[in-house]
């Protein structure tokens, strides 16, 4: 410890004001702990397929930026992806990676699973800024991670606990994201996005979307593909599907309705649709997912 470290303790310590009982404290706040955290280290622009790497699974997905400004997309919005800034991605949204500056970056990926939500709901759809805090926070996380011998050995606990702490101290610096950040002339491709995540449920016929948008056709597909790193047509495909694997895991609507939520008219397109994309059928996906 510093010397200054220790004066900043000794003045804190000295605003501490006596307790009114001493047998009760501050309540224990419920809150469950990250479990089956993995990290790793993406370093060169080429570990990023740009073009194929779009994803979706049920685990969260915090990425730290040490190095090299790029672009997240995640459910339709494209968010700027900064050095000293991370972005926590939720189960199931569609997300993938544009614009990455320099063919040399450090982006680290912490994955883990967590059921309970509520408590960093704030984070959803939002950058943050990493605080020094944050980084002490990281440092520290990272350090032990590396240090674990095998599963056997390592105690986890300060692992998960870390990674709670990491995720607080981000809650608490919020850069930018959820609708009300968002700027008032939103460039045309943002507004095509979000024209497209709101309209799922029905058909999108490009024609009519880029007159909507006083486009060509041909101009929109080819704006879009530059913009987004993926044709239009492919895109709305992996939106819908995505949703589609949304309400499979967290609703009961039977397999004809989330059909019809994703802009599908018929079971069988849905079906046959869903199969292609993800190997499984609605329904042996839906008993995959409460098998686990």
């Not at 049920?58 to 050095?83: A, S, W």
């Not at 544009?98 to 759809?125: G, Q």
């Not at 930018?176 to 029905?202: C, F, R, S």
């Not at 490009?206 to 929109?220: I, N, T």
């Amino acid at each position: 410890m510093t010397p200054s470290q220790l004066k900043n303790i000794k003045n804190l310590a000295r605003k501490i004001t006596n307790p009114k009982s001493y047998f009760r404290g501050v309540p224990l706040m419920e809150m469950e702990l990250p479990k089956n955290l993995l990290m790793f280290h993406r370093c060169k622009k080429e570990d990023f397929d740009l073009q194929l790497a779009f994803h979706y699974h049920d685990r969260f997905v915090l990425i730290i930026n040490l190095q090299t400004e790029g672009k997240l997309v995640v459910d339709g919005v494209r968010f700027d992806f900064k050095p000293e800034q991370a972005y926590l991605v939720f189960p199931y949204q569609f997300h993938h990676y544009l614009e990455i500056a320099k063919d040399n970056l450090d982006w680290l990926f912490i994955t883990f699973e967590l059921f309970e939500t509520t408590n960093f709901e704030s984070m959803r759809n939002r950058v943050m800024s990493v605080s020094d805090s944050g980084y002490s926070y990281l440092s520290s996380l990272v350090e032990h991670y590396n240090n674990k011998v095998d599963e056997q050995a390592t105690n986890p606990i300060p692992i998960f606990l870390l990674t709670t702490m990491l995720m607080l101290e981000l809650q608490a610096h919020p850069l930018m994201g959820g609708k009300e950040h968002q700027p008032m002339a939103l460039p045309t491709i943002d507004k095509v996005n979000g024209y497209i995540w709101d309209n799922l449920n029905k058909e999108i016929k490009l024609p009519e979307l880029a007159e909507k948008f006083m486009l060509s056709e041909s101009h929109m597909r080819l704006l879009f593909r530059k913009k987004m790193g993926i044709s239009i047509g492919s895109y709305i495909k992996h939106l819908r599907i995505n949703k589609a694997r949304s309400f499979l895991l967290n609703t009961d609507f039977n397999i004809s309705e989330i059909a019809s939520l994703c802009g599908y008219n018929s079971l069988f397109t849905f079906s046959r649709a869903f199969k292609n994309m993800t190997g499984m059928s609605p329904e042996g996906y839906r008993k995959a997912l409460k098998t686990k």
